[in-house]
């Protein structure tokens, strides 16, 4: 198993930014994804950025583009998200995951989550 520990949550104003960081730890494969993932409530915990391994292509999700960006350290093992021109709407716990194949879109492909950060934007 992979090991996932988010830090860098808060409470920010409408407009400003936020870093959100996930150690990683554990075994990765030779081609995987991490994502951050956001809980939507009645729906679940919906996908806001993803980064692909080894290639490192990046997803976002329409809400992220142009505001998130998402990064990988290798040295580091850190997976960060940038976050600007935050809005009430962001505010939510936000997860890291791992999934060992391609980039999937929904959280049942990601078999190892960090217990979440809480972000509050007002």
């Known amino acids: 198993h992979v090991q996932l520990v988010e830090s860098g949550g808060g409470s920010v104003q409408a407009g400003g930014s936020l870093t959100l960081s996930c150690a990683v730890s554990?075994?990765?494969?030779?081609?995987?994804?991490l994502a951050w993932f956001r809980q939507t409530p009645g729906i679940g915990r919906t996908q806001v950025a993803a980064i692909a391994s080894p290639h490192g292509y990046k997803y976002y999700s329409d809400s992220a583009k142009g505001r998130f960006t998402i990064s990988r350290d290798n040295v580091r093992n850190t997976l960060t998200l940038q976050m600007n021109s935050l809005k009430v709407e962001d505010t939510s716990m936000y997860y890291c995951?791992?999934?060992?194949?391609?980039?999937?879109?929904?959280?049942?492909?990601?078999?190892?989550w960090g217990r979440g950060t809480q972000v509050t934007v007002s």
């Open positions: 554990g075994t990765l494969g030779s081609g995987y994804c």
């Open positions: 995951a791992y999934d060992s194949g391609a980039c999937g879109e929904f959280e049942r492909y990601f078999i190892d």
